[in-house]
């Protein structure tokens, strides 16, 4: 994370001449390393080091060895930071970000307590007021990568651990899909357009679908991937944030707590699904090969795919199907979302017929991030027929660039204390509560039944590498008479 996410987005900040004069970035984990050795592996590992910008850029990274869940490494980092504090001769603003595997997330807040890191630089730098004295918490923000915790109740115990040591207005819990140009856009095509917002709604819209396909393995990260899976690593948090965009109401106000109200509101709104009911409407799946990676305990029942079929009851968005799926090993790397409307082909075209699927609106999140409208047009020719064609637009060809990087608009929000691209923890709940049942309904579809003689079968479907998913993620949405598309 620190070495392909953040060191990049920080240095491209750098050279944006975003992050002022006096910065220090500090690394801290348990090898050794000198300042420049750590900065060199940073730069080594993307291949900064051959900008030309990097060497004045490393000039502001610093090491600090220590374990996760022992005092000495903190002490030894307040020291570092009180050297940083004296030089500037002022309260300098802490950022903590836990880029770590997300078991040590309890034994560093733990620690941040314990040896009062959490407060900040201390009195010695407080600001003082005609009035009072500000807290030094305001000085102190926490930063914490998804997955928040394995299901609901280990999320509740890390955010009441984080509450008793943070304010919220400190805590960032990062889901970098909320800082991507197109889901942040999504805000401004639906509500700035008024020809979307009168059909935005179950009068019009037959259902939605959310693809996040990746034709990647897990890679390197089998360690960390299994046991954890894709519904808890990708489902749980971009599915669902995804999700929300969609279906959330417009908010009161373009603050950061109104566009959290309407996606927390929306979250919540999707219907629970019952833990003995699970396999009418999820599908899991693993890829073949998947238990040969590194990593990987050989009997794994690691899920590599999930699709699901949701429903967000609420007035606009009563028994509109969501489908969503998320898959590794895919045919190709894919992200987007496509509402597909109820196809009502006119009296006036009834004998010439009409397209299966009629117009379909497509945010493009990944790759060539877009929107793509699909319309009935007639086709050329002497004779009326009918056909499907798109209108495509492309933040590349219509503004020149992709836009900002989703870390880099992640920090920069940070720095500035803006959190409306950044979970709530209510969000959290809600969205942990609904995926818990069905972590606890695949539990129970592999216990053996008490009353049977045979025992269940517990094996995960399998596909192919390059495939699209089980065949019982196409009958999940074929039986309803749709297709994915």
């Known amino acids: 994370m620190a070495q392909h996410k953040l060191i990049p987005s920080l240095f491209s900040l750098f050279k944006q001449g975003e ?48 374990l996760f869940d022992e005092l000495a490494g903190y002490e030894a980092l307040i020291r570092k930071l009180n050297v940083f504090d ?43 007021t005609a009035s009072k004295q500000e807290s030094v918490g305001k000085w102190v923000r926490i930063a914490i990568e998804k997955p928040f915790g ?41 509500f700035a357009n008024n020809i979307f917002e009168p059909v935005w709604n179950n009068n019009y819209i037959d259902h939605v679908q959310i693809t996040f396909a990746q034709d990647e393995g897990i890679e390197k990260r089998g360690k960390f991937f299994d046991g954890v899976g894709i519904m808890r690593d990708v489902a749980q948090n971009h599915l669902l944030q995804l999700l929300a965009t969609v279906a959330m109401e417009q908010p009161a106000s373009f603050s950061k707590e109104g566009v959290r109200d309407a996606r927390a509101e929306a979250i919540k709104a999707i219907r629970p699904i019952d833990p003995n009911e699970v396999s009418q409407s999820i599908v899991r799946g693993q890829y073949k090969d998947y238990t040969a990676e590194a990593g990987v305990a050989e009997n794994s029942q690691t ?43 006119h009296l006036l075209f009834k004998e010439y017929g009409c397209p ?45 660039n992709h836009g900002i990087d989703a870390y880099e608009k992640l920090l920069m929000d940070i720095f500035k204390g803006d959190q409306m691209l950044f979970n709530r923890s209510d969000e959290l709940e ?52 749709k297709k994915w598309l």
Not at 318 to 329: E, H, L, S, T
Not at 448 to 471: H, L
């Open 19 to 66: 992050l002022g004069q006096e910065f220090f970035i500090i690394g801290f984990a348990r090898r050794p390393f000198t300042d420049t050795e750590y900065a060199h592996m940073l730069g080594d590992v993307t291949e900064l080091h051959s900008d030309s910008k990097w060497a004045e850029f490393a000039k502001n990274i610093y090491y600090q060895q220590g």
């Open 86 to 128: 004296k030089k500037i001769g002022a309260c300098i603003t802490r950022l903590f970000y836990l880029a770590t595997p997300p078991d040590n997330y309890l034994a560093i807040l733990e620690n941040l307590k314990n040896s009062k890191l959490s407060e900040g630089c201390g009195p010695a730098f407080a600001k003082v």
């Open 150 to 190: 394995r299901d609901l109740d280990t999320a509740k115990e890390l955010d009441m651990r984080l509450s008793e040591i943070f304010e919220e207005e400190q805590i960032y819990r990062v889901d970098h899909y909320l800082g991507k140009e197109t889901v942040q856009n999504m805000i401004a095509f639906r």
């Open 303 to 345: 899920e590599t795919y999930v699709a699901m079929k949701l429903f967000v009851d609420t007035p606009r968005f009563q028994d509109v199907p969501f489908y969503v799926r998320a898959g590794k090993k895919m045919p190709k790397e894919v992200i987007e979302i496509s509402i597909v409307f109820i196809q009502t082909c």
């Open 356 to 400: 299966e699927i009629g117009n379909v609106l497509t945010i493009r999140i990944q790759p060539d991030e877009g929107i793509k409208l699909r319309v009935i047009a007639k086709q050329p020719g002497g004779k009326v027929a009918l056909g499907a064609v798109d209108m495509n637009f492309s933040y590349h060809q219509a503004f020149g």
């Open 430 to 481: 809600s969205s942990w509560k609904l995926i818990s049942h069905i972590l606890k309904g695949w539990s129970r579809l592999a216990e053996p039944d008490p009353a049977s003689q045979d025992e269940k079968d517990s094996g995960i479907p399998t596909y192919e590498s390059g495939t699209w998913g089980p065949e019982l993620a196409k009958k999940l949405i074929e039986k309803d008479g």
